[in-house]
């Protein structure tokens, strides 16, 4: 489904990215692990066209995804969830969900869809006419994902859905992640909480310093010394 090869970003004379590959499988869920500034967010920021790269290839369903606009890749069923989450303050909890369905064609399923999304997510149907501003962290983050649900993906990449949150709220947002991976969405997962990560994906890279140090059945990494040294406390 995803396909990066060779891929070089840089920020000036930083060289962030070093040539690194990977690949994401129709159905997978595959984590991208590392230390805070090993460049996950870059590497996702180039895949959905925020960031341009020096060089490399990045492949959606075999399209070159350098050649489409940034606000037109939504609409190959790629859905980003950004670090932060991003959230329109201003804005409802409804009028949030409803942009993540802007540009959508079928308009006669978003009200249907917007029910589905309020299922997995009963807190933000409590609070569908707050302003998001006033949400809470774990709210925001759980109405930001409901806003890419509301585009319809086939793939979501995910920056660092538990940064903030509470160990309860963290379990909950990877219960989350579960669900949507059961209801047939792909998910590129960036995380610096190694072990929940692993814990539900099939396949992990390791980045380091721009470039990828170890790869693998995500189960496996899990036992690894190495990762458990680093990453996981051990």
Do not use: C, W
Request: glycine content about 8%; overall charge neutral; aromatic content about 4%.
């Amino acid at each position: 489904m995803l396909r990066v090869e060779n891929l070089h970003v840089s920020y000036g004379a930083v060289k962030a990215i070093k040539g690194i590959s990977l690949k994401v499988n129709d159905g997978e869920i595959v984590s991208l692990i590392g230390a805070n500034g090993a460049g996950k967010t870059t590497v996702l920021h180039t895949i959905t066209g925020l960031v341009q790269p020096e060089d490399g290839i990045i492949e959606y369903n075999e399209i070159n995804l350098q050649a489409v606009a940034p606000n037109k890749i939504v609409t190959l069923g790629l859905a980003h969830v950004p670090e932060g989450r991003h959230v329109f303050t201003q804005m409802t909890v409804t009028e949030n969900l409803l942009m993540g369905a802007h540009y959508r064609k079928d308009r006669n399923k978003i009200e249907g869809d917007l029910e589905v999304v309020y299922e997995s997510f009963p807190r933000l149907k409590e609070r569908s006419r707050q302003f998001a501003g006033t949400l809470s962290g774990g709210e925001q983050q759980m109405l930001a994902m409901g806003r890419a649900m509301m585009s319809k993906p086939k793939l979501v990449v995910m920056d660092e859905p538990s940064m903030g949150l509470s160990p309860l709220l963290v379990k909950e947002v990877f219960n989350i992640i579960k669900t949507m991976h059961d209801n047939g969405i792909t998910v590129l997962l960036v995380e610096q909480n190694a072990k929940m990560a692993l814990s539900i994906s099939d396949r992990a890279y390791v980045l380091e310093t721009g470039k990828i140090t170890m790869s693998g059945n995500a189960s496996d990494l899990l036992l690894d010394e190495r990762i458990k040294k680093a990453y996981l406390g051990a």
